[in-house]
């Protein structure tokens, strides 16, 4: 089955320590990309990934990192979480099409809570 | 910069009724791709429509429909004879490289 695979679906963890949120996706897509939900804001994006060795920041991605050494995998890492970090986030993948037309494909999102 | 605009926090339909969800886009690329997904109170993102930049008609899904609206940079939503199951979170996106996407409209459907 074609999907995207986030893991911790739900994760409360403690301010400063370090965690990783992992992302999947077995459709062989080149791009991936992580977001944040927030109420009224939407999802603002963290990082996205054109390719391997390949991101780019999005528009908040201030305290995150990611890495992307393999195709399928796009891990989203706090160094050093806080609690304005609390919050509800995806990653997508899809291919690249030209002119756009490609959706993306979500994951089912992890819960976040830094106390 | 890219930037999306929903400027519909909520919106209430009654059932079988149709609905406009509105979405304007700022881009300068003459290349990209609009798109509107559903977030149910479960959480998941849901394809719902795509359209081209370069698209003559306006797309159609079933009971969604997109206007398209290039002049106005406009990219609405239409569902026609809303369901009780149409309830729920409504984005619109923008694609020229990355995804972007608007802060979304809550729709309720009123039985």
């Known amino acids: 089955e074609a999907q995207v695979t986030q893991n911790p679906r739900y994760l409360i963890t403690v301010t400063g320590k370090k965690l990783t949120v992992t992302c999947s996706q077995n459709?062989?897509?080149?791009?991936m990309s992580w977001y944040r939900q927030d109420p009224g804001l939407g999802l603002r994006q963290i990082y996205y990934s054109m390719n391997v060795e390949a991101t780019d920041k999005g528009d908040v991605p201030e305290g995150y990192k990611v890495s992307r050494k393999e195709k399928r995998n796009f891990p989203l890492i706090l160094e050093s979480p806080s609690p304005n970090q609390t919050s509800l986030y995806f990653c997508?993948?899809?291919?690249?099409?030209?002119?756009?037309?490609?959706?993306?494909?979500f994951g089912q999102g992890t819960r976040l809570t830094v106390v | 910069a890219q930037k999306i605009t929903q400027t519909q926090p909520g919106m209430f339909v009654q059932e079988k009724e149709a609905v406009t969800l509105d979405c304007t886009y700022d881009t300068s690329d003459p290349s990209y791709g609009l798109f509107w997904y559903k977030q149910p109170s479960s959480g998941e993102m849901i394809f719902l429509i795509y359209q081209g930049s370069y698209d003559q008609q306006n797309a159609t899904e079933g009971r969604y429909s997109l206007n398209f609206q290039k002049a106005r940079k406009s990219a609405n939503l239409v569902i026609s004879a809303s369901q009780l199951g149409d309830s729920a979170m409504y984005f619109c996106a923008m694609r020229v490289d990355d995804m972007r996407f608007g802060a979304g409209t809550r729709l309720t459907v009123k039985p």
């Open positions: 459709m062989n897509h080149e791009y």
């Open positions: 997508a993948s899809s291919l690249i099409a030209h002119r756009g037309g490609t959706e993306a494909f």
